[in-house]
């Protein structure tokens, strides 16, 4: 699991090629998924989620997101590709640059 992030959390999506009108909208993280794993999250039409892309990545909700089949209100993101929107995350490096100062 992710060790950056916990579901709840906010966050801006900051890279997302296949589907580059998600990038620079903010979303909540919901759960972190395995390729395979399913979420229970109500979607017109269906009971739940499957993660069917070969890379785990965060599950992620938000009004003005789009999915990579065209749903919208969520859409799988790979951590790398997520800000933190909250918390302390300057790099460790940057904090020692600071203290020396």
């Not at 296949?18 to 979420?39: H, M, Q, T, W, Y």
Request: glycine share 12%; charged share 25%.
């Amino acid at each position: 699991m992710s060790h950056n992030f916990k579901p709840g959390d906010l966050a801006l999506i900051v890279g997302y090629s296949r589907s580059p009108e998600n990038v620079g909208k903010s979303c909540e993280l919901v759960a972190f998924l395995l390729p395979g794993d399913r979420i229970d999250f109500p979607v017109i039409g269906f009971d739940g989620v499957r993660h069917t892309g070969d890379k785990p990545g965060w599950f992620v909700a938000g009004d003005a997101l789009v999915s990579t089949s065209g749903s919208t209100g969520y859409t799988m993101v790979l951590e790398k590709n997520l800000m933190p929107l909250r918390g302390d995350f300057t790099p460790e490096q940057q904090k020692a640059k600071e203290v020396e100062a």
